[in-house]
């Protein structure tokens, strides 16, 4: 937190201190004296969820921008699949199969960071959603080129804490899906699916809706596994059907290697324009 006052009256941090040392009575404990912004009960309450909104795009926002995070290369991929040391694990043959693409995850992360790290480490730092599989493997190539990366994590259900190889003052954990994925967006430079499951179709089929309508500027959307994402999605027939444009199956590409990623990330047609129209809508 920075300690530039622009302002001479009392801080909120000092009022908390006071606060906190007032003499113990029947007012003074009451929950209704607590004041606001340090009172969980209060800010719990479903009343105060755009002021939990708020803060959640703020933290992000304000912490990134102080650790000089510019922009960010942003993976997306399955927490299901194992590095390869680990592939006997996977439930199925096809998780096991998909073990290459950790590699691949981790040794372009790497030499995106060491790309990064030449210019400066503040362009183009690595940001995944903080978990195991993919995730991991983006952290922890971000992390052995010397480097820093992002880690967006997410409450579930079931026990989960960021992997070891987020960059600590940049682990970030998310109440709201929504703000967590406008965080992820809202620096990319570049964006990388790797095979995963619903929450990287969705993050998948987002994305691309938000280049597709102009909502956001194209970057290099390169989606990791021809075979894999092919199986999953017939994106000709979406197009032979018309519910897309023939335009909008060029705003991706596929790629099976970190090089061959890393070069086409370099040398992106139209990256940073919007699109002004949506081909094949109705005016």
Same mark, same amino acid.
């Given at each position: 937190? @920075?300690?530039?006052?622009?302002?001479?009256?009392?801080?909120? +941090?000092?009022?908390?201190?006071?606060?906190?040392?007032?003499?113990?009575?029947?007012?003074?404990?009451?929950?209704?004296?607590?004041?606001? *912004?340090?009172?969980?009960?209060?800010?719990?309450?479903?009343?105060?969820?755009?002021?939990?909104?708020?803060? !959640?795009?703020?933290?992000?926002?304000?912490?990134?921008?102080?650790?000089?995070?510019?922009?960010?290369?942003?993976?997306?991929?399955?927490?299901?699949?194992?590095?390869?040391?680990?592939?006997? @694990?996977?439930?199925?043959?096809?998780?096991?199969?998909?073990?290459?693409?950790?590699?691949?995850?981790?040794?372009?992360?790497?030499?995106?960071?060491?790309?990064?790290?030449? !210019?400066?480490?503040?362009?183009?730092?690595?940001?995944?959603?903080?978990?195991?599989?993919?995730?991991?493997?983006?952290?922890?190539?971000?992390?052995?080129?010397?480097?820093?990366?992002?880690?967006?994590?997410?409450?579930?259900?079931?026990?989960?804490?960021?992997?070891?190889?987020?960059?600590? !003052?940049?682990?970030?954990?998310?109440?709201?899906?929504?703000?967590?994925?406008?965080?992820?967006?809202? &620096?990319?430079?570049?964006?990388?699916? *790797?095979?995963?499951?619903?929450?990287?179709?969705?993050?998948?089929?987002?994305?691309? @809706?938000?280049?597709?309508?102009?909502?956001?500027?194209?970057?290099?959307?390169?989606?990791?596994?021809?075979?894999?994402?092919?199986?999953?999605?017939?994106?000709?027939?979406?197009?032979?059907?018309?519910?897309?444009?023939?335009?909008?199956? +060029?705003? *991706?590409?596929?790629?099976?290697?970190?090089?061959?990623?890393? !070069?086409?990330? &370099?040398?992106?047609?139209?990256?940073?324009?919007?699109?002004?129209?949506?081909?094949? &809508?109705?005016?």
């Amino acid at each position: 937190m @920075t300690k530039d006052r622009r302002h001479l009256m009392r801080d909120s +941090q000092e009022d908390q201190r006071t606060a906190g040392q007032v003499p113990q009575t029947p007012q003074t404990m009451s929950p209704s004296y607590r004041l606001a *912004f340090t009172d969980e009960e209060f800010l719990l309450r479903d009343e105060l969820r755009p002021v939990r909104w708020q803060l !959640e795009l703020m933290k992000p926002e304000l912490l990134m921008n102080e650790a000089g995070v510019n922009s960010t290369v942003v993976l997306f991929g399955g927490a299901r699949i194992p590095e390869p040391a680990q592939k006997h @694990t996977a439930r199925t043959q096809t998780l096991a199969d998909l073990s290459a693409f950790y590699e691949e995850a981790r040794a372009f992360a790497r030499r995106v960071t060491e790309w990064s790290l030449s !210019e400066g480490g503040t362009e183009n730092v690595i940001v995944t959603g903080g978990g195991p599989g993919v995730m991991e493997a983006g952290n922890r190539g971000a992390e052995e080129a010397g480097g820093r990366s992002v880690g967006l994590n997410i409450v579930l259900p079931h026990e989960q804490a960021p992997n070891a190889y987020v960059t600590p !003052e940049l682990a970030f954990n998310f109440h709201y899906f929504a703000i967590r994925k406008m965080h992820f967006l809202m &620096r990319a430079k570049a964006v990388c699916v *790797f095979p995963g499951g619903f929450g990287t179709l969705d993050e998948l089929f987002e994305t691309l @809706t938000l280049i597709q309508t102009g909502r956001m500027k194209r970057v290099p959307f390169l989606l990791f596994g021809r075979d894999f994402w092919e199986k999953i999605v017939n994106w000709e027939a979406l197009a032979e059907a018309g519910t897309i444009a023939d335009e909008d199956l +060029q705003l *991706f590409k596929f790629v099976e290697t970190a090089d061959e990623a890393f !070069e086409a990330m &370099r040398s992106w047609t139209h990256a940073g324009e919007r699109r002004e129209h949506i081909p094949g &809508r109705r005016e």
